[in-house]
């Protein structure tokens, strides 16, 4: 047995002895993610970069509203999204939707892509699905499975070693990568129910893999833009024929 395996019987071992042991639960990851939206959102509202915008707020709020209805009309028995929705004016921004369905986008982003409302509904889906999955709930998981130590420590470490500690990260790669080709399948989907074309929400992946230096390379958690796009492109060809349910897992980038 590895003496890795071995430190990490030991220490759960400890956990039962302390009545420690547990699982992350949804509602440890929406609560530390609601600390973690707020101490951004009050960082760029400090810096003036919050909200700028009101029409384009406006905007993304229409969008995000007609998507979140879709997400009800697709999973009734689903618990109520409470979304919560703002933008950014930090160029180093581009969009994002924490647990429990705190979502961010930047302005700068869309302009430069010069987004319509349809790639625009594109984003959002995808990254609303991040939160409709549970794939930060499933992330922890996944980091605990690996090494169930971090049951031993504050909930808070593990927050940061998500983002931070490259050994963890390296870790999670597959996982994360995973996670972004089904929020880019499914975010397709549920857009295209809400009454958007599809060849008009994949025409967001084009112009990622127009803007992208080396659209074929992906990186550590993305799958390659040029792969990204391809996918759209075949999937919203079988939606728009009606040929959704011919789609298969080769469909789409690993």
Known sequence: MSTHRIAALLAMCLLLSSGCVGAVTQEDV??????????????????????RDASFLARV???AQRLSEQARRDNPAAPVWS????????PDDNAFCMAGGKLLVSQ?????????????????????QHAILLHHLKEFDEAVRRDPRWLARPFSELEDALDNDARLMGQLAALNREQEVEADREGLAMAWRA?????????????????????????ATHPAPLARWRAARRQAAQLDS???????KADFPQ
């Open 242 to 248: 009606g040929r959704a349910g011919t789609l298969e």
């Open 61 to 63: 709020a229409r969008i």
């Open 195 to 219: 009454g958007w074309r599809a060849n008009e929400l994949a025409a967001y992946f084009r112009k990622l893999e127009q803007a992208a230096t080396m659209s074929h390379i992906g990186n």
């Open 83 to 90: 979304w919560e929705i703002h933008t950014s004016g930090d």
């Open 108 to 128: 700068a982003y869309v302009e430069q892509l010069a987004l319509t409302d349809a790639e625009l509904a594109m984003v959002l889906s995808h990254e609303m």
């Open 30 to 51: 929406v609560a530390g993610a609601a600390r973690l939206y707020r101490a951004r959102i009050d960082g760029l509202a400090q810096a003036g970069m919050l909200d």
